[in-house]
Each structure stands twice: as structure tokens, then as C-alpha cells.
């Protein structure tokens, strides 16, 4: 009689750490941008390169706001806490979405001087998507 297990495959340490380390990168920039859009005056955005937000109605860009900081909490406390962790992936592509929005917007809008910050949020967030559904996926707690 042969035993299958049911269990996930082993994951290294390294890849474990490595995934960590991108899912709280993702969340202090998305934080940092958070902060920034909810909480800052929009006179202060345009002048650190946010040139879009005086254009943009308040509750378009306090609304991007919550939602990064919604996405930056959702791709840490679910996995911390192994609770749900697989809202983990699902807010690591949320944050996928912003970009995919982001990136046409900056492009429409003849700013490609920023795609390089984009491609790092963009970088990050289909690590850890990729990371947390396929290679090192947390397990919920029993």
C-alpha cells in the first residue's frame, strides 16, 4: 500500500525569506504612496512630480490612496497572521490592477520618464503573486 501525501512541496528557506522580503518591499512603497495621496495636500503631490493629481478630482486620488493602503495591508496581514493568507495573492494582484491602470494613464499622458517606478511596483507585485500562489503558498492555520 502506498501513502500519498497531500501536503504542498517543500520550498526552500531562501525562497521563503526572498518572497517576505518582496511582499514587505511591495507594502512600504505602496504605504509610502498611500500616505502620500491620502494624506498630503495635492498642491504638495504636483510639486514632488505627481503633476496628474491637481487635474484629478480629490476622491479620485484619496480613493488611490485607500486602496494601495487597503492592497499594502492585504499582501502582509493575511500571510503574518496565516489567516486567509490566500488574500494575500489576491491583494498582490489588486495591486497588479493599479499598475495596469498607472501604466496606460502615465503613457497617455506623455509621462514615461515615470515607468521606471511603475516596473519596480509591477516587478514586485508578480513576484509575489507568483511566489505566494505557486512557490511558497502559506498555509492557512489549522
Known sequence: ??????????????????????????????????????????????????????????????????????????????????IMPQLTVWAAAGLLAIQALAVPFHLIRGEASLLGFNAIYVALAIFVLWGRARKAPIAPRA
Open 1 to 82: 500500500m502506498t501513502m500519498t501525501s497531500t501536503a504542498a512541496p517543500a520550498t526552500s528557506r531562501t525562497w521563503s525569506i526572498a518572497i517576505w522580503v518582496g511582499q514587505i518591499a511591495l507594502a512600504g512603497l505602496y504605504l509610502m504612496a498611500a500616505y502620500m495621496k491620502g494624506m498630503m495636500p495635492v498642491a504638495d503631490l504636483a510639486q514632488m512630480g505627481m503633476t496628474w493629481a491637481p487635474g484629478a478630482p480629490i476622491w479620485l486620488v484619496r480613493g488611490i490612496a485607500l486602496m494601495e493602503f487597503l492592497g499594502a495591508v492585504g499582501v502582509i496581514l493575511p500571510a503574518a497572521t496565516r
